[in-house]
């Protein structure tokens, strides 16, 4: 056991849905083209003037609402003051005295059990620009300026990178089931700063904290932190106390290390003060209300009703509520009357292995519930066997057409146990030698017999009344 532990906080930033961006009616839509969604306002032309976007701000509740957070009586922004080249103003318009959320928590499931991570804020702000780096030059794409941007900042109370990335991943889900962003990592959606630092086991005080910026996956974060673990642990062992220092990292994807920026002696100064030009809001007690009632089911909430209440494993559970559009699918499938553990089944084997070798989303799946029952009906009603249903599952995706149109009397499962039996009789008639090596006891020989009755009726014959015959016959 180390006579180190390590103490984590995140700054997760998430991008939200809207037609328009936080502080003009610019696009907000991803768009691969640079600098196709721009406004004179992202911009800073000289005599623009911000409009705060109401869904944003409706957004940013509903979130503060959901991690426990209090939110306060009056809305309003600071402006944070620094050049950089993505930053067009030269200050940004963000929360810093009043944030939309303070003092929150979120509880998540680890592999060690419930775990409750301290939110120390949520807060709205603008996007930067972005820039690309190459070897002769920096291009700025300006698409993503004054994109609603949301900033969580946890409390230094993670423990390890395996719990650092269960809330990403529990965050990245309410996100979705709120519907307030897509949390696409590939659309640059959701990004992270780690804040890492490792101090003794006994120890009362915080270790010197390094943060890596800008993280932009999660299993970046994963790696993040194991190597800042690892290298700040030996540095300590090594007694080189005086090479771990309060800096800035980043993340180099390449080697899987994180890379020195620069030296972070005390906080910048950002000068903020109240933004001028966006008016002090009142938040009104109903609308809070309003808010408050609009929190969906949430995935944990969904989980703990599909193993109590649908009798499903963890395991499957886990899995389903992984994505929300799995669970709206598994739900829909529940409510047209498809057994629980029938349509998970279904789900997370033959759909998302589909799925995923197709590499298309679960909305775009051409089977939905009503016509995923037609084969479960099929084979429930002894129609076709699992085999026959499989075959026609992935039929209806190749041709994409209706599973009812390959369940017909050419293809249905062979019930009658007269027509069977005249089957079976004749097979063991024609191998009557291994008849005798399977009285010997070469009880295998037992598959062989079934084997060939499904080769002589194209894989037609009832498995269950095949077996019951042999066993009688032989």
């Known amino acids: 056991m180390s006579k180190y532990k390590a103490v984590i906080g995140l700054e997760m930033h ?17 768009n691969e083209i640079p600098n196709s969604n721009v406004n004179p306002v992202d911009m800073a032309f000289p005599g623009t003037l911000p409009v705060l976007n109401k869904k944003s701000v409706y957004q940013a509740i509903l979130m503060a609402l959901v991690l426990n957070c209090k939110v306060p009586s009056y809305l309003y922004f600071d402006r944070k003051n620094y050049y950089y080249p993505d930053l067009p103003k030269g200050f940004q318009i963000t929360q810093m005295h009043a944030p939309i959320g303070t003092n929150g928590y979120l509880i998540i499931d680890t592999d060690k059990g419930e775990k409750k991570v301290l939110i120390h804020d949520i807060h709205l702000e603008e996007d930067t620009a972005s820039l690309d780096h190459y070897s002769d030059a920096s291009l700025i794409n300006y698409n993503r300026a004054g994109v609603p941007l949301l900033e969580l900042v946890t409390e230094p109370c993670l423990a390890s990178a395996e719990e650092a990335v269960a ?157 929300k559009d799995y669970a709206n699918y598994f739900e829909e499938c529940v409510k047209i009357g498809i057994v629980p553990k029938t349509a998970a089944n279904w789900l997370t084997v033959s759909i998302i292995g589909y799925l995923n070798k197709e590499d298309c989303q679960i909305k775009d799946f051409y089977l939905t519930p009503v016509l995923l029952s037609q084969i479960i009906t099929a084979i429930n009603d002894s129609t076709i066997s699992t085999k026959q249903a499989k075959e026609i599952f992935n039929k209806s995706l190749t041709e994409l057409k209706e599973p009812n149109t390959y369940i017909n009397k050419d293809n249905a499962q062979i019930n009658d146990k007269k027509e069977l039996e005249e089957i079976i009789i004749t097979i063991l008639n024609n191998n009557p030698s291994q008849i005798e090596a399977y009285k010997n006891g070469r009880s295998n020989l037992f598959d062989y017999f079934v084997g060939q009755v499904m080769k002589e009726t194209k894989g037609k014959a009832n498995p269950n009344l095949t077996k019951e015959i042999l066993k009688e016959k032989l």
């Open 167 to 323: 809330f990403l991943e529990e965050m990245r889900r309410i996100y979705q089931y709120c519907d307030v962003s897509e949390a696409d990592t590939k659309k640059g959606q959701i990004r992270c700063d780690v804040n890492v630092s490792i101090m003794d086991q006994d120890a009362q005080e915080l270790g010197t904290k390094v943060e890596v910026k800008n993280v932009n996956t999660i299993a970046n974060v994963f790696e993040t932190i194991n190597y800042e673990i690892k290298r700040q642990t030996e540095l300590k062992e090594a007694g080189r106390y005086d090479e771990v220092k309060q800096e800035t990292r980043r993340f180099d994807e390449e080697t899987g290390t994180t890379i020195k920026m620069r030296d972070k002696q005390d906080a910048i100064d950002y000068k903020y003060f109240v933004e001028p030009n966006i008016p002090k809001y009142k938040i009104a007690e109903e609308w809070l209300s309003t808010i408050q009632n609009s929190i969906p089911n949430l995935p944990r909430d969904r989980k703990k009703e599909y193993i109590n209440e649908y009798g499903l494993s963890e395991y499957d559970a886990n899995i389903i509520i992984k994505d």
């Open 14 to 30: 998430c991008e939200l849905k809207s037609n328009s961006k936080v502080f003009s009616e610019g696009k907000n839509t991803y």
